[in-house]
């Protein structure tokens, strides 16, 4: 990222801090302009305490000025981009597959599963190797293993990306894991399949994802940078050198699960597994990606306790819903249909639900946006569109989410609700679910913090104050 560009980008106040509507009433009227992309980058990187114990990393929306990948890149259209949700498939996938691995339970997996939904992911930008190569990856706390695509790499086994190829061959700390460790026998346990090669390297591959795409390569240490002068040795990643299938121009992906190949878990002694982000709004702002969280500062948070996935599955970081409101009601939902938990997802776009939740959350949405037509269903699977043409103001009905525990939380209006002009809500097939997905739009602007000391998850609307 140029220095001007990340000037521009570099501001005093945090959209987190900036209320987008009223949250005394039910219902927020927004200007139709919300929904367009902002001019202005924000950025609370200059707010996070300049605590040793924490890291912060600027997170940006990975389609917005402030990417650094830029305007160079053609942007996608919705429909591709909710075709390339990769990384949801990637955490139904998976967790399907650790759980046949780990017990015989006999669940069924809904088809509607199986539509990609892509688009309104969330990178960082981070050095790797020495000297420092940067790198715009898309945070993903659904998997753990953290990878970049590597010279060499013909242009049939690399997608095009921003930025350069990391060449490991150009830094001088780069190192290979050799396949007789016991870290490339646990890449079979975690579902990213050690394998040897000839020269006793540890080999590695990820998927395929949902869409087909897949990546492989060599398991690899090396000093990651997360910020100036703050780094991390000898960090354990993937280094890519063949990437099949549809991918963005993100350069690789950054794992934030609780398993042992996670960034979370390799820097455990020093950040003590704890973590926050927040969500930029739309384009065009900025967030954070917080490494370590000083226990004493949980004003503003609600919390619900977390819950791992299944035994043995650490990846995940999951919760329970209890129920929704829409307008300050709350909708009639059975609180057993919840049973399963969702995921807490970053690298999903729209939120799952069990199919009876989704359909009461679907109507009580609908009545309360009879003012505008309806769009027929989208053909990725979003059902709730509108065709908002001549409004120049819309009103979007508040929408809360009440966790295990009492935890409640009002999403953002409307950048927490709705994604483009749809719900960003999708219901499976049916009730009998493995789990459900809380997604990252419903997240946006809370700073969402991932405890796993305490065994909970908090989120709240306001990053703290430096
Ligand atoms: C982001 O900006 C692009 C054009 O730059 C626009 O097509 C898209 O709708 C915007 N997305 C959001 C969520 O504002
Ligand atoms: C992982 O499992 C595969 C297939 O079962 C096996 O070939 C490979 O040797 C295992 N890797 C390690 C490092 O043990
Ligand atoms: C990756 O995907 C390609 C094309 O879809 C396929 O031919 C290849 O076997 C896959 N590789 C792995 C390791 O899954
Ligand atoms: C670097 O990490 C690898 C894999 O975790 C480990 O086997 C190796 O001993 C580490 N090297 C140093 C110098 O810490
Ligand atoms: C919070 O804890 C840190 C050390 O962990 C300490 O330096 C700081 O003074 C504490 N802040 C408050 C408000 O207690
Ligand atoms: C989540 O719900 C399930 C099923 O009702 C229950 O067994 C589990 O204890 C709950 N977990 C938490 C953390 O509330
Ligand atoms: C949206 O509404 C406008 C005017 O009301 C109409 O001209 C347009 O065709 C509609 N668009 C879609 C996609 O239905
Ligand atoms: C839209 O809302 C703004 C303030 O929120 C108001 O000034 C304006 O009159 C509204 N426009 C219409 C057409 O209702």
Request: charged residues 15%.
């Amino acid at each position: 990222m140029g220095s001007s560009h990340l000037l521009l980008c570099v501001l005093l106040w945090s959209f987190c801090l900036i209320a987008l509507g009223s949250t005394e009433h039910n219902i927020v009227v927004v200007p139709t302009s919300s929904f367009a992309s902002e001019s202005t980058c924000f950025s609370s990187l200059s707010h996070v305490p300049s605590d040793p114990s924490r890291a912060s990393v600027p997170l940006v929306h990975r389609q917005g000025p402030c990417a650094p990948s830029g305007s160079s890149i053609v942007k996608p259209s919705f429909q591709e981009m909710l075709r390339r949700d990769a990384r949801r498939n990637h955490i139904i996938s998976k967790a399907v597959g650790l759980t046949t691995t780990l017990s015989d339970a006999s669940v069924s997996i809904p088809t509607a599963l199986g539509n990609a939904v892509d688009s309104l992911e969330y990178v960082v930008t981070l050095g790797i190797g020495t000297p420092a190569v940067e790198q715009t990856v898309l945070i993903d706390t659904g998997s753990d293993l953290s990878w970049v695509q590597c010279q060499p790499c013909i242009s049939t086994e690399c997608y095009p990306q921003k930025d350069p190829l990391f060449d490991p061959r150009k830094s001088s700390t780069y190192g290979t894991i050799s396949c007789q460790s016991g870290e490339c026998k646990n890449l079979n346990r975690t579902g990213y399949h050690g394998d040897c090669t000839d020269d006793n390297v540890c080999r590695f591959s990820i998927g395929p994802y949902g869409d087909g795409s897949n990546t492989s390569g060599v398991y690899s240490t090396d000093t990651l940078t997360l910020a100036p002068g703050i780094t991390i040795r000898n960090f354990s990643f993937g280094c890519g050198h063949d990437q099949q299938g549809e991918n963005d121009k993100y350069d690789g992906l950054l794992g934030l699960g609780g398993a042992p190949e996670s960034l979370v878990s390799q820097t455990a002694e020093r950040y003590g597994r704890a973590f926050s982000y927040c969500l930029p709004p739309g384009n065009g702002t900025a967030g954070f990606l917080s490494l370590g969280a000083s226990s004493n500062n949980t004003a503003g948070f609600v919390f619900t306790p977390m819950h791992q996935f299944a035994p043995g599955v650490s990846t995940f970081y999951m919760v329970n819903l209890s129920g929704i409101s829409v307008e300050g009601k709350q909708v009639d939902i059975p609180p057993e249909i919840f049973s399963k938990g969702m995921i807490v997802d970053s690298g999903s776009i729209v939120t799952q639900l069990p199919k009876t939740a989704y359909l009461a959350l679907q109507s009580a949405f609908r009545s309360a946006m009879s003012a505008y037509p309806l769009l027929p269903p989208n053909e990725d699977g979003l059902d709730t569109c509108y065709n908002f043409t001549g409004h120049s103001n819309i009103t979007v009905p508040k929408v809360s989410l009440m966790f295990s525990g009492g935890a409640t939380i009002d999403l953002d209006v409307p950048s927490g609700v709705m994604v483009e002009d749809c719900l960003a809500f999708d219901g499976d097939s049916s009730d009998n679910v493995l789990f459900g997905v809380l997604g990252n739009v419903n997240q946006r602007t809370f700073e969402v913090l991932y405890d796993s000391g305490r065994g909970n998850i908090g989120f709240r609307p306001e990053p703290a104050e430096a």
